[in-house]
């Protein structure tokens, strides 16, 4: 315990010190922001060294091993998508309870039906309501900011390159979710722990590496946990306090801290709860949310129906002959891969955490609802967002390829959500309220779910007493604040970052551990088969 409180008490001081040496004539958002810069500089320039020029390996890595899974498992995208879509709705929870099966079915690795440990009695939450949680941590202002940013930096042709990575990702989604629930951790109390620190140490474990699987373990869960303060967090209160700002057109020096602020105490009050009060709140809020926002899109869409083609046409020409000054072929397609592996997460092994929870007797049913999300949250939800703007800017309303994703209009300068807005403001009345009420709670889904990643991870480096969790939600409350504080360049930078860093761990056990995945692939599809 003295150890953890020294560890806590030093992750404090290397956090707050920054911030608070600089004078007080400047406001709290500014000196957040100038703490926070070179903390957020410092892990971009590590996790995103290149290769070649403007070519981070850890965006080669993910596109590769994505390829890799989908040529491996026989695009599972694409052939288990309607077998996704019924374990979703309960097609097959009599499967998953034991029922129904038959001989050949229950056995597994040679045991005996009544000697299995009954699997669908561990876990928490339902199919649906892990894929909620787990698409809330996804579906969020990744989808809504990330894709502005995306456009505004790369053109139209960096949507191609983001639909690309979905479609990929969804194999990669697969396997990591179904490794989450086969190596999970089930505590006396039925409490789940899962994710890829359990599935790396376990699985590398019993192929004979287990110092590897410690040390790759340890590093994903420390990335994790970063990964909950950046991307899960920071940027998601960066973008809603963004909206808020607009809309009320508060230009207070301390107008972000003061939104921070109120959001952590938002976000503190549902954390407390642990995954079942989090999954309770993202089943009802995220579908609603999400659903509003696509009929809103697709209101859009239908109301400039002849500009819709046109959109489509810039997506795909600019994909492979992007425009002057807004880079080549790699760097488009690099700014859609990196939007769109933020967005989605595939590789960085963070929803199997949420997936590990769920109830049920297969963990490769868990992989494919998990398949699922990747294609809402990317090929779809972004897709639609991209030709909003890229309608939008029909005219040349503003100029592609503005540094740091920033573009002017009349002089005034957007970026993000607040891009977004504008689209929408154009064509539905009062749609900046309703943008705004959306990114907020967008933002809050994806900070409660990104809450349960991070807490995970702790409790795997730190123990699962009391204190250890609630010192994390403590620090993780913290960040909120600093997110809405702090510049979007910043914030981002440091996001992608950890990220982007879960990827090298995660990477390490999918490569040793995917034979298991085909294996108890082939194990359901089979259970499947027999109660036909």
Avoid at 229 to 236: D, E, L, P, V
């Amino acid at each position: 315990m003295k150890l953890l409180k020294t560890r806590i008490t030093l992750l404090f001081v290397m956090v707050l010190l920054p911030m608070l040496s600089y004078s007080q004539e400047k406001g709290w958002d500014e000196r957040i922001d100038e703490g926070f810069k070179p903390i957020s500089d410092f892990f971009s320039k590590v996790i995103f060294f290149e290769i070649l020029p403007d070519t981070p390996l850890v965006i080669v890595l993910l596109v590769l091993m994505a390829l890799f899974f989908t040529i491996y498992f026989g695009f599972p995208n694409v052939r288990y998508f309607k077998t996704a879509i019924n374990v979703v709705r309960g097609k097959y929870d009599e499967i998953d309870e034991g029922h129904k099966l038959g001989d050949q079915a229950a056995g597994v690795d040679g045991d005996i039906r009544d000697t299995i440990r009954d699997e669908s009695q561990e876990g928490e939450v339902s199919h649906f309501q892990a894929l909620a949680t787990a698409v809330s941590g996804t579906v969020g202002n990744g989808n809504i900011a990330g894709v502005a940013l995306a456009i505004a930096l790369g053109g139209p042709g960096a949507t191609f390159w983001m639909i690309i990575c979905g479609f990929l990702g969804m194999s990669t989604k697969f396997v990591e979710c179904t490794l989450g629930v086969q190596y999970r951790d089930v505590g006396p109390d039925g409490t789940v722990y899962g994710g890829p620190m359990y599935y790396i140490s376990k699985g590398l474990k019993e192929r004979g590496f287990a110092t590897l699987g410690k040390i790759a373990a340890v590093f994903f869960a420390i990335f994790c946990i970063g990964g909950s303060f950046g991307g899960g967090n920071a940027a998601q209160s960066n973008q809603a306090t963004i909206v808020v700002k607009d809309l009320l057109a508060w230009n207070s020096s301390s107008a972000g801290t003061i939104i921070g602020v109120i959001l952590a105490i938002l976000v503190g009050i549902i954390i407390i709860g642990g995954i079942k009060r989090i999954a309770s709140v993202t089943e009802k809020v995220v579908p609603f949310m999400a659903v509003m926002y696509l009929l809103a899109c697709i209101y859009i869409l239908l109301s400039n129906a002849s500009l819709v083609p046109g959109a489509f046409g810039q997506i795909f020409s600019q994909a492979f002959t992007p425009q002057a000054g807004i880079g080549g072929l790699i760097g488009v397609l690099l700014i859609g891969f990196k939007r769109a592996a933020f967005s989605n997460e595939a590789g960085a092994g963070s929803a199997s955490i949420a997936h590990s929870a769920v109830k049920t007797k297969y963990s490769a049913s868990e992989g494919l609802v998990a398949l699922l999300e990747p294609f809402i949250d990317t090929v779809v939800i972004c897709t639609m967002t991209a030709l909003v703007i890229i309608i939008f800017n029909t005219g040349g309303v503003f100029d592609y390829g503005g540094e740091g994703g920033k573009v002017f209009i009349d002089g005034v300068g957007y970026e993000g959500a607040g891009i977004t807005s504008l689209a929408f403001a154009k064509y539905i009345p009062y749609s900046d309220v309703f943008l705004t009420i959306a990114v907020v709670l967008f933002a809050v889904s994806t900070m409660i779910s990104w809450s349960y990643y991070g807490l995970q991870s702790w409790k795997f480096l730190f123990g699962r007493g009391k204190a250890a969790d609630m010192t994390y939600k403590i620090i993780f409350c913290l960040f909120v604040i600093i997110g809405a504080a702090a510049n979007m360049g910043s914030i981002w930078a440091f996001s992608d970052a950890m990220i982007f860093a879960m990827v090298f761990p995660n990477m390490i056990g999918l490569f040793f551990l995917y034979p298991v995945v085909k294996k108890q692939l082939e194990r359901y599809l089979e259970a499947i088969k027999t109660s036909k």
